[in-house]
């Protein structure tokens, strides 16, 4: 089967996707501008339009053209100190965009080729770990996922988070520093995230901590906290 033939622009724009892994919106739209100076013949210069036509035509190769929004914390403008960092409303969202493999083998196959096994183990553990801990981990809490099973020098593990960093893996909050899930993991490792999510729910079930919700309704509120794939 043969995807939805592109134009020239979309071509172009397919082509940042992938080279970028995530692009945030207003990047892309620089991009999109630049190219249509050179391609007059796109039917759009919308990004959703531009999205839905490549999804069509990467779609027979188990790929998808994806959009996903993230809501963002911002300091307080009348109080500037980290402690009163909050949840603005739906206006202060970023948008990201990119081209995802829909086999969960084929993810882990070009995760394996870029990292070295040593890299992949330490990031299964942070990943497991930032699930345990509500999306928030240290420097110190890196660094406790060092094991003797995973025999790396502190300059080596370093490196490693600076190439997750670079990919979006994981990220970083300006202000207080903490290592979260990267919009990236969100993305294309979604439906592992949300297994490790619901087995969080079910142990912590288990253990007596439920409050009269379902498990489908506790997963639920969990995946609305995370970056929605639209």
Known sequence: MIGKALSGLEKAVAQVLLSHGMIEDSQLKEYIVELAKDFKDAPSLEIKNIMKNINESVAPYSMAARSIVKKVLVQDEENTTVNTLRLKDDKHILYYHGIINLEEDSVFKDFGTIYSPNEIQLFNKILNKLIEQDNEMTFRDVEDCIDNNLKMKSP??????????????????????????????????????????????TSSNDDGDGDGYSQADALEAARLELPQII
């Open 156 to 201: 080596e593990w370093n490196s490693a988070l600076m190439k997750f960093e670079k990919a979006k893996w994981l990220s970083r909050d300006g202000p207080r520093g903490y290592w979260e899930i990267g919009i990236r993991s969100h993305l294309e490792l979604q439906p592992i995230i949300e297994a490790q999510l619901l087995a969080k729910l």
